[in-house]
T-cell receptor, first 112, second 113 residues
Framework: GAVVSQHPSWVICKSGTSVKIECRSL??????MFWYRQFPKQSLMLMAT?????????EQGVEKDKFLINHASLTLSTLTVTSAHPEDSSFYIC????????FGPGTRLTVT | GENVEQHPSTLSVQEGDSAVIKCTYS??????FPWYKQELGKGPQLIID?????GEKKDQRIAVTLNKTAKHFSLHITETQPEDSAVYFC????????????FGTGTRLKVLA
């Protein structure tokens, strides 16, 4: 139980385009989901907390207009990276559940 | 601000030996402490967790201990195997409110066959 999926697992996009990443809790409902970013050989950095039916709460320094989060149902949250640039290239990971967080497999984004 | 220190950053042990990873947290209100294992290119996997009302928890070869007074908690892996090689992260969090995790910096464990 407690499986979280992410789609896509990897994506390459051109600078200036937008990319949407989906996070789904497959066998449980999640009122709260979290989005993290991880650079190589570093820890996970929380970007935002996604709450079903309400606006996401962003961490300090994370641009709300650049990283759009929508938590439309109890099993789906999406992260859209708008007007992506090479510096947005990273490993994006979502998690679901409280207090135990179950993590998805991650999405590797490369912006060229 | 809230902080979790994790040591060591790298750890090499012989197969069959024990491995210990230590974390120290700063927020005394933290009451939930999970440990995750992350393999290369994958998402973190929850391996064990402990709440502040418990001093120790064990699951087969893995155990976690918590010292609330010192704000320390540790992961113990006994009889290590090559498949235990991975990066391990500790975190401090809460069982209510924001539920946000404050992660440690990670420990790269290498088990030598």
């Amino acid at each position: 139980g407690a499986v979280v999926s992410q789609h896509p697992s990897w994506v390459i996009c051109k600078s200036g385009t937008s990319v949407k990443i989906e996070c789904r809790s497959l066998d449980f409902q999640a009122t709260t989901m979290f989005w993290y970013r991880q650079f190589p050989k570093q820890s996970l950095m929380l970007m935002a907390t996604s709450n079903e039916g309400s606006k996401a709460t962003y961490e300090q320094g994370v641009e709300k207009d650049k990283f759009l989060i929508n938590h439309a149902s109890l099993t789906l949250s999406t992260l859209t990276v708008t007007s992506a640039h090479p510096e947005d290239s990273s490993f994006y990971i979502c998690s679901a559940g409280t207090p135990k967080q179950y993590f998805g497999p991650g999405t590797r984004l490369t912006v060229t | 601000g809230e902080n979790v220190e994790q040591h060591p950053s790298t750890l090499s042990v012989q197969e069959g030996d024990s491995a210990v990873i230590k974390c120290t947290y700063s927020d005394s209100a933290s009451n939930y402490f999970p440990w995750y294992k992350q393999e290369l290119g994958k998402g973190p996997q929850l391996i064990i967790d402990i709440r502040s009302n418990v001093g120790e928890k064990k699951d087969q070869r893995i155990a976690v201990t918590l010292n609330k007074t010192a704000k320390h908690f540790s992961l113990h892996i006994t009889e290590t195997q090559p498949e235990d090689s991975a990066v391990y992260f500790c975190a401090a969090s809460f069982t209510s409110g924001t539920y946000k995790y404050i992660f440690g910096t990670g420990t790269r464990l290498k088990v030598l066959a």
